[in-house]
């Protein structure tokens, strides 16, 4: 089974309780995938962090469904609009509950305090998990950068390649720095148009070694 394919099978109560027993195995799977190249591989990265959150979203809809299943005052659209909105409610819980309050009176619910209530704790056990299947991805995306960044600062200080790949390694370095810095940075934008927004940098080579006393007998 793909990295993909675990998320994407996840669609009962039953499966999230399975990826609720396991949330490091998704990075673990992905990891395994991911290729070797430096913008494929980006590329990947980023989509990973978005199919958390859209697995998020759908989890959250499971969970709504459960917890409102006798319920009437909120009716399927607004369930929905409150599962793919939910990432934006992570800093928030509290607006959720104003809200969800707010549609369930007017909805005529006989509690609309308990219908806010359950909603919130749906939404916090569905963010928990987002947190729990988000940071070992997170760690795996700066552990990554990290490992690169020498690589990119070698190939932008040689000497024996012209400037314009060395300009380009400058600014791969530097958008690495970045990832390792905040992981998060890996979908502000795809690769190249990262790369394209950073100032044009020719870093400098480093100092050539001076010779040795031995080497400077064998040349003459």
């Known amino acids: 089974m793909t990295a993909r394919q675990l998320l994407d099978q996840v669609h009962s109560l039953a499966k999230i309780a399975e990826l609720e027993s396991d949330p490091d195995g998704y990075a673990h799977q992905l990891a395994a995938e991911l290729p070797a190249e430096l913008e494929p591989r980006d590329i990947e990265l980023s989509s990973a962090l978005g199919h958390i959150d859209a697995t998020v979203a759908r989890i959250m809809r499971v969970r709504l469904e459960g917890v409102l299943a006798n319920d009437t005052s909120i009716g399927p659209p607004t369930r929905n609009v409150f599962a793919t909105t939910i990432v934006g409610y992570a800093s928030d819980l509290g607006l959720l509950a104003r809200r969800a309050r707010d549609v369930a009176e007017r909805g005529r619910a006989a509690d609309p305090d308990r219908i806010a209530e359950q909603i ?3 939404a916090r056990a569905s963010l928990a998990l987002r947190d729990a299947l988000r940071a070992p991805v997170l ?6 950068a990290t490992a690169a960044i020498p690589e990119a600062d070698r190939q932008a200080r040689d000497r024996k ?3 314009k790949p060395r300009m380009r390694w400058s600014a791969i370095r530097r958008d690495l720095e970045a990832i390792a810095a905040n992981p998060e940075h890996v979908r502000s934008a ?9 100032p044009q ?3 400098e080579p480093d100092p050539e070694r001076e010779p040795t006393l ?3 007998i064998e040349l003459d």
Do not use: C, F, K, T
């Open 161 to 163: 390649l012209d400037d």
């Open 190 to 198: 795809p690769l190249p148009a990262r790369l394209a927004a950073l």
């Open 139 to 144: 760690a795996l995306i700066r552990d990554l």
């Open 201 to 203: 940098q020719l870093d």
């Open 214 to 216: 031995a080497e400077l």
């Open 120 to 122: 919130v704790e749906s």
